[in-house]
């Protein structure tokens, strides 16, 4: 299934099964939600996203999504959501989710909408940017069995946010080989939250490792909060930069400043 390239103040609805919808050129869906959910419903299984840009979905229940998925498995890749009250919104039987080669940005409402926000299943994340969401919306907040995030940039840079990830309900938590960035106006000193809410899953893990995290809020910096979990733990070979921080765990570099570390030179919310 073809788009073909331009602005549409439209939506999509789609209930079939295994299909491609693929943006040929810059392809956007812009300011219109169906059913009062998003700018595409998913009701299909095993649907595939390639190449859409969305932004400005706002319904009366602030849940406005650009894409609400009711359907059981999903792959998006090179999508860019941005500028909504939600980017991805699940149901409670979502399937597994991959999310590849794309950008979450400016998203959030109230701190109940957030860029990501998954309802069970799994969730895949892998060479993406999940940045900037908005009045104390989390970037990512996964009630997945498994969240994986790999090669990945999640950073607040300027904006109120709240926790940068937000695994509520635990189970196995990987993050690896990525960018974290907790900002200045930060609401929440925690970076991450794991299992806060309650313990859906019999396997509960946490792997943080090999990440360059930078805790910037201004106050105290706290990089997970954890509940419901007494082992397998690894958080290791990270480099940290930044003060005020609550915590420290044995096996990770942790620096004072970005000057210190060599990277001053970088965009700095702070300055």
Do not use: M, W
Not at 4 to 22: F, P, V
Not at 57 to 66: E, K, L, Y
């Amino acid at each position: 299934f073809l788009i073909t390239e331009g602005s549409y103040k439209e939506s999509l609805i789609i209930i079939a099964d295994d299909i491609n919808i693929i943006g040929v050129g810059h392809v956007v869906l812009d300011g219109v939600a169906a059913e009062g959910k998003g700018a595409i419903i998913n009701k299909g299984d095993f649907n595939r996203y390639y190449n859409i840009e969305c932004h400005s979905i706002s319904v009366q229940d602030r849940n406005g999504a650009c894409i609400r998925h009711e359907g059981s498995n999903l792959i998006l890749d090179h999508i860019y959501f941005h500028d909504s009250q939600q980017g991805i919104l699940t149901g409670n039987n979502p399937g597994v989710i991959e999310i590849t080669d794309s950008r979450f940005e400016n998203l959030g409402q109230n701190g109940r909408a957030h860029a990501i926000y998954t309802n069970g299943g799994e969730l895949y994340i892998r060479n993406s940017l999940v940045i900037a969401s908005k009045d104390e919306g989390h970037e990512i907040k996964s009630r997945s069995s498994i969240t994986s995030i790999i090669n990945s940039t999640i950073a607040s840079l300027s904006s109120k946010d709240s926790r940068l990830i937000d695994v509520p309900a635990g189970g196995v938590f990987i993050l690896k080989n990525s960018t974290l960035q907790q900002g200045y106006n930060s609401s929440n000193q925690d970076s991450i939250g794991y299992a806060l809410e309650e313990n859906l899953y019999k396997k509960n893990s946490i792997h943080i490792e090999k990440n360059l995290i930078l805790l910037e809020r201004k106050g105290t910096n706290k990089l997970i909060h954890t509940q419901h979990i007494e082992s397998d733990i690894i958080i290791s070979g990270n480099v940290i930069i930044g003060e005020n921080l609550t915590q420290e765990h044995e096996g990770n570099i942790y620096i004072n400043s970005r000057k210190e570390y060599g990277i001053d030179k970088l965009t700095n919310p702070i300055k």
